[in-house]
């Protein structure tokens, strides 16, 4: 049976999450993280996985516009996994919508962070999307 996309999508943030911490490739972190009960590794995550950090400069220069608030390097790893992880799969998964991408990312916050980072992720996302010209689900 295929792994559910919400599943491949925390699966995603909890090893995106883990590289943030780790300087081991990420063969490595997917070995490791295989042994753990509750984490998929499939060739979706991996390709989730890969995708988000090989696109990340792209990506935190993209939050680091929209954090009015907090440079990338004080933004809390979690809030920058889901971060990361929504306008990833926004910009570059033609299979998921804008509108999903950050109603995953808000219900990924609000089950792993703080209270008040569920706003800050929502804040961040609904200014870039909500920006004139900002690309939707293009490579």
Known sequence: MPAKRRDVRE????????????????EEIFETASEAEGVIINSEVKALVSGIIEKSDEIDRIISKYSDKRAVE???????????????????DEKVPVNVAISEAVFLAGKYALD????FVNGVLGSYFRSEGAPQNNE
Not at 82 to 90: F, P
Not at 116 to 119: A, F, K, L
Request: hydrophobic share 50%; aromatic share 10%.
């Open 11 to 26: 699966s995603t943030l909890i090893l995106t999450f883990e590289k943030l911490f780790r300087d081991d490739s990420l």
């Open 74 to 92: 004080r933004i809390p790893k979690i809030n920058l996994a889901v971060l990361r992880l929504a306008i990833y799969e926004a910009l570059y």
């Open 116 to 119: 008040p980072d569920v706003s």
